[in-house]
């Protein structure tokens, strides 16, 4: 069975650090297309950062510089760390597979339940 | 202000249709695919439409997709009271600072 599990969520004071998981069963990690995407409380999605299988790494402009995605093939798990937290990361942050098809994105279509991150002093 | 524009609220009754609107830009919508997601509250989203216009596996044929130009649309016919949720369009952007996913605010839709 195709499953995403996120941890790592915590309260934790702006300008601190964070580094959450994105552990994965019934498929390979380091062969697939993944990643971060949030939702602030109340509020819609945003894309936070992607990986590719070729180690391609992006990110949004609003994270860009402060978090670094990356995965551990040998676990099958991919990261976020999150540096210089700001009370504006607060959300809940879901990993997710995408599909390709040729060339263009065919949306993410396996999605984990989310963990949640919560930024205050 | 998300870059994508939907309306942040749609509804009808039950047997109707509705449709939610998507615009965007040449760098966005205008060259590359939309996806359509519905999130239930409490849910993580879930890939409604694929691709402009594929419906994944076991998604019904009353959601459907189109895009033209800039612009794409999600229209649900024989609206169900199962059907009330937050709806979300996506697409990557080609942009300066680089590749990057932006999405619509999000349509609540209300099943009156």
Redesign the interface.
């Given at each position: 069975e195709v499953q995403l599990v996120e941890s790592g969520g915590d309260l934790i004071q702006p300008g601190g650090s964070l580094r959450l998981s994105c552990a994965a069963s019934g498929f390979t990690v380091s062969s697939s297309y993944m990643?971060w995407?949030r939702q602030a409380p109340g509020k819609?999605?945003?894309?936070v950062s992607?990986i590719y299988s070729g180690g391609l790494t992006?990110?949004?402009?609003s994270v860009?510089g402060r978090f670094i995605i990356s995965r551990d093939n040998s676990k099958n798990t991919m990261f976020l760390q999150m540096n210089s937290l700001r009370a504006d990361d607060t959300a809940l942050y879901?990993c997710a597979r995408e599909?390709w098809?040729k060339g263009?994105?065919?949306?993410?279509?396996s999605?984990?339940?989310?963990t949640l991150v919560t930024v205050s002093a | 202000q998300s870059v994508l524009t939907q309306p942040p609220s749609a509804s009808g009754t039950p047997g109707q249709r509705v449709t939610i609107s998507c615009s965007g830009t040449s760098s966005n919508i205008g060259s590359n695919t939309v996806n359509w997601y519905q999130q239930l509250p409490g849910t993580a989203p879930k890939l409604l439409i694929s691709s402009n216009n594929q419906r994944p596996s076991g998604v019904p044929d009353r959601f459907s997709g189109s895009k033209s130009g800039t612009s794409a649309s999600l229209a649900i016919s024989g609206l169900q009271s199962e059907d009330e949720a937050d709806y979300y369009c996506a697409a990557w952007d080609d942009s300066l600072s680089g590749p990057q996913v932006v999405f619509g605010g999000g349509t609540k839709l209300t099943v009156l």
């Open positions: 990643s995407v819609g999605l945003e894309w992607a992006l990110y949004a402009d860009k879901f599909s098809q263009y994105s065919s949306g993410w279509f999605w984990g339940q989310g | -």
